[in-house]
Nanobody, 123 residues
Framework: QVQLVESGGGLVQAGGSLRLSCAAS????????MGWFRQAPGKEREFVAL????????YYADSVKGRFTISRDNAKNTVSLQMNSLTPEDTAVYYC????????????????WGQGTQVTVSS
């Protein structure tokens, strides 16, 4: 069992930056693939970024590539999402997700989810 708690969301102006964190509790965090997803009002939840168990592999949605960076610290049981050059289109609730061993771009690939943190980008 893994519990996930996101933090770091807030209100930022367009062009600004935010750093989201996801704290995981439970055993064997270093064995889990991790992902970030987001859901804007009236839209489906969508993939943002993933990182494998060791941090050696990352992958990004085209919409955030070059602006967002996912990383993890297995010693601290955390995964982070550094978000730069934010635009109003990035406004959403951001969720972290965990899955034993593998990380996927699909929502259905994750077993555990956090409650989400709101990111609002003003124009």
């Amino acid at each position: 069992q893994v519990q996930l708690v996101e933090s770091g969301g807030g209100l930022v102006q367009a062009g600004g930056s935010l750093r989201l964190s996801c704290a995981a509790s439970g055993r064997s965090f270093s064995n889990y693939g991790m992902g970030w997803f987001r859901q804007a009002p009236g839209k489906e939840r969508e993939f943002v970024a993933l990182i494998n168990w060791s941090g050696s592999r990352t992958y990004y949605a085209d919409s955030v590539k070059g602006r967002f960076t996912i990383s993890r610290d297995n010693a601290k049981n955390t995964v982070s999402l550094q978000m730069n050059s934010l635009t109003p289109e990035d406004t959403a609730v951001y969720y972290c997700a965990a899955n034993p061993l593998s990380a996927y771009t699909s929502i259905t690939g994750y077993e555990y989810w956090g409650q989400g943190t709101q990111v609002t980008v003003s124009s």
